[in-house]
Nanobody
């Protein structure tokens, strides 16, 4: 069983930056592909980025150029650096993991259903 715990959320002004972290316990991060999702109340959970077991990273168009995913395997930690934040980035952000080689296989909806484990999420609020 894998446990995922997100941290680093909070309130930031538009144009600012935020770094989210996700610590995985119960298994080494290299055994899984991992991803970041976000959700606004009343809307579907949106995939924003994934890192595959081979290290390949994919970003959703909504955050491409503003987001950077990195992984510290020694600490079993996944990071999401978000820059140039916009009010529409306000959401609850979730870390997820799947016991497979690739999380993103063509669509974020498929990635969502591929995930085996989820963190509880952390709130990010961007004020204008």
């Amino acid at each position: 069983q894998v446990q995922l715990v997100e941290s680093g959320g909070g309130s930031v002004q538009a144009g600012g930056s935020l770094r989210l972290s996700c610590v995985a316990s119960g298994a080494t991060s290299t055994s899984y592909c991992m991803g970041w999702f976000r959700q606004v109340p009343g809307k579907e959970r949106e995939g924003i980025g994934s890192i595959e077991r081979d290290g390949r990273i994919t970003y959703a168009d909504s955050v491409k150029g503003r987001a950077t995913i990195s992984q510290d395997n020694a600490k079993n930690t996944l990071h999401l650096q978000m820059n140039s934040l916009k009010p529409e980035d306000t959401a609850k952000y979730y870390c997820a993991a799947a016991s497979r080689s690739n999380c993103y296989v063509g669509s974020w909806l498929a990635a969502y259903y591929a995930m085996d484990y989820w963190g509880k999420g952390i709130l990010v609020t961007i004020s204008s």
